[in-house]
């Protein structure tokens, strides 16, 4: 593909009907420059051209934000990793509340790295594991996502005690995703049925995903 970056992330949010500003855009790039700086001594991500961060990362975590109403609440991304899926909801959503929670040390410092250099606001970073989250964390998010780090039935088992009364848990899953819902059965928790499950194509990509939203 013949474009500079931001022109290859305008088209791909335009195809996924998601308005942005140009300071949202500035945020993106950011994102993009460190991510490619810290790559070359911490491996923050496998992925290392422009076009592969874009369409695989940014692109592929905002399919999320069309499951995510626009509201203040407050999110949790469990294994956030390099940040994804929970920095670019962050960026096309502001008025979200986030919350990262990311065990590695450097994946963790990486992600200070960003808000600090975004000037992102209402966005924390945990150096924990899930089961290493305190009571303190019990009923406390309107959302939790996770970005294939879990088996639908593992996550579900690990985050439901985190979300609040009307609480949802959102995870994306590729072409496997009927096999891992018919495991929800065999969860440890009583849960409600499958909300929603939303069929999107990822831009610049034959690529499908499924947006599987869970109520515990």
């Known amino acids: ?17 998601l308005a942005f500003s140009e300071s949202q855009i500035q945020s993106f790039m950011v994102c993009l420059s460190e991510l490619k700086k810290w790559n070359k001594a ?6 290392k051209t422009d076009e592969e961060i874009i369409i695989k990362h940014f692109l592929d975590s905002l399919l999320y934000v069309k499951a995510i109403p626009e509201a203040s609440i407050k999110l949790a991304d469990i294994g956030a990793g390099g940040g994804f899926p929970g920095i670019p909801i962050k960026i096309m959503r502001p008025e979200t509340g986030l919350t990262l929670v990311e065990p590695s040390r450097k994946k963790a410092s990486f992600l200070r790295n960003i808000i ?8 924390s970073v945990l150096q924990k594991r899930i089961e290493q989250l305190g009571e303190e964390f019990n009923n406390c998010f309107d959302l939790i996502v996770s970005r294939a780090t879990f088996g639908i039935k593992e996550f579900l088992d690990l985050a439901c005690p985190f979300l609040n009364d009307t609480g949802r848990l959102i995870i ?7 096999d891992e819902l018919r495991q929800i059965s065999k969860a440890k928790r009583s849960i409600g049925p499958v909300e929603n499950v939303l069929l999107l194509k990822l831009p610049y990509s034959d690529a499908e995903r499924h947006i599987i939203i869970l109520k515990c």
């Open 172 to 178: 994306s899953k590729g072409p496997k995703a009927e």
């Open 116 to 123: 600090r250099k975004t000037g992102l606001s209402e966005i």
């Open 1 to 17: 593909m013949q474009m500079n970056a931001d022109e290859l992330l305008k088209t791909g949010l335009n195809e996924l009907g």
């Open 42 to 47: 911490y491996n923050i991500t496998a992925l």
